[in-house]
């Protein structure tokens, strides 16, 4: 093979272009960006989103920046329900109007299954009633013969008929 026609990755492996981001030489450059940036920016970052200034730094987050559960910065008694807010009667008679509903709604609920229930069992009887009729009802071929018998023919003939020999 005449050397004009070897692709120039095949004469040697390390002749090939290489381009690894993580060599010294760019990280070297990337970290001198970053100070650079950080040394102008920094302490506004810092006021202002601490959790991108110390991802910049590749800092953990101090404990002071991390956000704890709202639940908790709560007192305890501080959200007092609706329902404790109102006289015994008027809990009472909120608590005797939500029953009633969950009745009604449990009745609608158990009413529509029955519909539904009773719907399939329709379904199913029609179609096992279609099942039953199938044998009896259905496309026929008239060139072929069915289920019934020739009255002309010799079977029909020796069974229903006269027998055509009087022996006795």
Known sequence: MP?????????D???????????KHYNKQTKEVVDDF???NGEMIKNGDPETYYS?????????????????????????PP??????EELEASLEKEAEER??????????????????LKIERNRAATL????????TDAHTQGRWRSIH???????????KYGYY
Not at 83 to 88: E, I
Not at 153 to 163: F, G, P
């Open 3 to 11: 050397d004009w026609q070897i692709s120039a990755f095949d004469k």
């Open 13 to 23: 492996h390390n002749s090939c272009v290489k381009t690894k981001p993580n060599n």
């Open 38 to 40: 950080i040394s102008v």
């Open 56 to 80: 910049l730094m590749d800092k953990k987050l101090p404990k002071k920046y991390q956000k704890k559960d709202s639940v908790l910065r709560q007192p305890v008694n501080a959200y007092i």
């Open 83 to 88: 329902q404790s807010k109102l006289t015994y």
């Open 103 to 120: 009745r009604i709604k449990e009745k609608k609920l158990e009413e529509e299954k029955k519909a539904k229930k009773k719907e399939e």
């Open 132 to 139: 039953r009729e199938r044998k009896y009802i259905y496309w």
């Open 153 to 163: 023919s010799e079977e029909y003939q020796s069974r229903y008929k006269k027998k």
